[in-house]
């Protein structure tokens, strides 16, 4: 004997449980307040790989792409730089893994340093930086007030930044140090997307709905990504982010 359901039934359950778990945002994805980015996060505190040294650090931002189904000519602006057709996700995430603010809807084709810029044009609840904080950039994006990324390389000078250049041999000068901690502590983003898109598989193979609900089922995700992280619910995926994290330990030049 088999079960069946309707096309209906289950659409409208789907979009029932979506509405469910997207009202918790008001609770676990919450844009911190000018107060709360004031505050120094204890984790930061306590390492002395980080601490003073980027003591203005409250969180790191970079961009992902997510594959989105898109139709017709649609699909145009959906083409990225690899041939699929894909969302462009701004987060930003503390030291802790949880996100702190998303961006969603940016078609793939959208640079990074744009979509950033779309973000604190248009969004009037975008978590600007206090003066003397800021977010850990990747080199994608400008170096500039609250926003801080790593040295970069020039024609004449080679100047590593990611965390593999540096199996070749310790940083040769002050730019390479501070881009190796730098890469490091700003890796807790890419940490955080991975453990994401690792857990909801259905961001590989999103549902055949329309843009505007594709992006609430990655605003979802999102959410319960911080229910699980907030509620300290023990997680294989979490454990196995924050043991192949690198731990590293700070030498002045």
Not at 33 to 49: D, G, H, V
Not at 143 to 168: M, T, V
Request: glycine content about 8%; overall charge positive.
């Amino acid at each position: 004997m088999s079960f069946g359901r309707s096309q209906e039934t289950v659409y409208r359950k789907f979009h029932e449980v979506l509405d469910a778990v997207e009202s918790l945002a008001c609770e676990y994805l919450k844009t911190p307040t000018m107060a709360s980015l004031q505050i120094y996060p204890r984790k930061l505190r306590e390492n002395s790989n980080y601490w003073p040294f980027f003591s203005g650090f409250i969180g790191a931002l970079d961009g992902t792409h997510v594959r989105v189904k898109v139709g017709g000519s649609d699909a145009v602006g959906y083409w990225d730089r690899h041939g699929q057709t894909s969302l462009n996700i701004m987060g930003i995430c503390d030291i802790n893994m949880i996100f702190t603010y998303a961006w969603l809807g940016a078609s793939g084709s959208t640079h990074d340093s744009l979509v950033l810029q779309y973000a604190i044009d248009g969004d009037p609840i975008f978590p600007r930086p206090p003066i003397g904080k800021y977010y850990l950039v990747d080199s994608g994006y400008a170096n500039k007030r609250g926003f801080l990324a790593p040295y970069r390389g020039s024609s004449r000078e080679n100047i590593r930044y990611h965390l593999s250049e540096f199996d070749d041999g310790p940083p040769r000068n002050k730019k390479e140090l501070f881009n190796k901690w730098h890469a490091s502590l700003r890796s807790v983003i890419e940490r955080t997307f991975g453990v994401w898109k690792k857990k909801w598989r259905i961001l590989d193979n999103l549902p055949r709905y329309d843009v505007k609900t594709q992006n609430r089922i990655v605003h979802a995700t999102m959410v319960l990504h911080n229910f699980i992280r907030l509620h300290k619910i023990p997680d294989a995926d979490f454990e196995d982010r924050y043991s192949s994290g690198q731990e590293l330990s700070l030498i002045h030049i």
